[in-house]
């Protein structure tokens, strides 16, 4: 098992555009957690994916949207991308079962906007 | 408000030296605090969680309700110990919500 996956690695985009990002989960996780890493920051909770469903969302604008596919792997969408939008993308994984805390995190999403 | 804090970006410390880096919160209600880890090029995990009263690596963290506080300590640090250190919480009625301070970043030297 890989483990959590997250691709690309890395990209770089300009303002006004839009970017898909795309995480698997680790193999019987079916939720997903997804987190913006600005520079010298921790992780800021975007939201997290469950049954194909948006359960809890964090304090982000509408132009974050996310989906959630059958097979429990998932996309952060982020349209008319700002400045401040470049960070890393961190993806985490889980599932009900797991102690409280217990999330998988992937190695993350480098998003340059230039 | 919820809110993480973590005073300090960077702690060096010697080898053999007791470690505490600090961590204190503000929630609305009656939160659950951990501490996540990262070390050098690998990815972000969970070190302990205050729900479990655990020591793990010799670490244990004690909230202080009173204070607001989830100080994680070891009472000898060891060079391994060296890495990026995040307090976060989550709380009843949002327990896939986590919030995250903006971490410490542990140096134990030789």
């Known amino acids: 098992d890989a483990g959590v996956t997250q691709s690309p690695t890395h990209l770089i985009k300009t303002r006004g555009q839009q970017v898909t990002l795309r995480c698997s989960p680790k193999?019987?996780?079916?939720?997903v957690s997804w987190y913006q890493q600005a520079l010298g920051q921790g992780p800021q909770f975007i939201f997290q994916?469950?049954?194909?469903?948006?359960?809890q969302r964090g304090n982000f604008p509408d132009r974050f949207s996310g989906h959630q596919f059958p097979n429990y792997s998932s996309e952060l969408n982020v349209n008319a991308l700002l400045l401040g939008d470049s960070a890393l993308y961190l993806c985490?994984?889980?599932?009900?079962?797991?102690?409280?805390?217990?999330?998988?995190f992937g190695p993350g999403t480098r998003l340059t906007v230039l | 408000a919820q809110r993480v804090t973590q005073p300090e970006k960077l702690l060096s410390v010697f080898k053999g030296a007791p470690v505490e880096l600090k961590c204190n919160y503000s929630?609305?209600?009656?939160?659950?605090l951990f501490w996540y880890v990262q070390y050098s090029r690998q990815r972000l995990q969970l070190l302990l969680r205050h729900i479990s009263r655990e020591s793990i690596k010799g670490f244990t963290a004690d909230l202080n309700k009173g204070e607001t506080s989830f100080h994680l300590k070891k009472p000898f640090a060891q060079e391994e110990d060296s890495a990026m250190y995040y307090c976060?919480?989550?709380?009843?009625?949002?327990?896939?919500?986590?919030?995250f301070g903006s971490g410490t970043k542990l140096n134990v030297k030789p």
């Open positions: 994916y469950y049954e194909e469903e948006e359960r």
């Open positions: 985490a994984s889980s599932f009900p079962g797991l102690a409280l805390g217990t999330q998988y």
């Open positions: 976060a919480l989550t709380g009843p009625g949002n327990f896939n919500k986590f919030y």
């Open positions: 193999s019987g996780h079916d939720t």
């Open positions: 929630y609305s209600g009656s939160p659950e």
